[in-house]
């Protein structure tokens, strides 16, 4: 009797245009069991427009619901992964600069030691390593600028950036590079694009050596 009675209400809501989600959660029953005992029931078109309008609007509050998740997701592990690495050790900023060194450092060529990027913290960091864990100081820096053409007109104010960013003079600047090429990255706000740095040590050949060693050191443990 109780079945009887939970499925004439169920072709009464599914008559006035309910969902079977809608009907499943107000009576408590399996979507399953909705779906079979409203089978034969046809919805005329307004109705079926209106239940298509809920989906839509479910599925964007759903798709909201997965975003804002996210992001909080995203913005926890940060948080986490800060507090984690905390402040390097002086043993730990050695092996993260050798370790930088070898992924973007020049390892061919006629043995100058050379670092290029276009991530401001990168350049500083780097710079950093240089000062702290290897002893060489700013004076011995050489830096160059290298940007498309097409921001040839923000020259001063590129070179502006990177000389306070790295705090160093810019009498320690070579001429800049400037390439001809199609820029394939497009930045919606063209005052934020700085080009690539690159630096350089002054008479660092025995240093880019010893820089070599460590790499060779680190790929052996590898």
Known sequence: ????????????????GMSLNEIRDILKIPKSTVRYWCRDISLPDFLKERLMKKQKIGGLIAAEKLRKR?????????NEGVK???????????LVGVALYWAEGYRKGNEEFGFTNSDPR??????????????????????????NVVHK?????IEKFWSELTAV????????????????KKYVNSSQYFGTLRLKVLKGTVFRRKVMGWLEGIARDA
């Open 122 to 147: 990168m350049i500083t960091l780097m710079i950093r390593w240089l000062q702290e864990a290897c002893d060489i100081p700013k004076e011995r820096l050489r830096l160059r600028i290298c940007i």
């Open 70 to 78: 996210r992001i909080e997701q995203t913005k926890r592990l940060l």
């Open 153 to 157: 007109k923000r020259l001063h104010a």
């Open 1 to 16: 009797m109780a079945n009887i009675i939970l499925r004439e209400k169920a072709r009464v809501l599914r008559t006035q």
């Open 84 to 94: 984690e690495i905390h402040r390097l050790t002086p043993r730990e900023l050695f």
């Open 169 to 184: 003079s810019l009498n320690q600047f070579s001429k800049p590079t400037l390439i001809k090429v199609s820029n394939k």
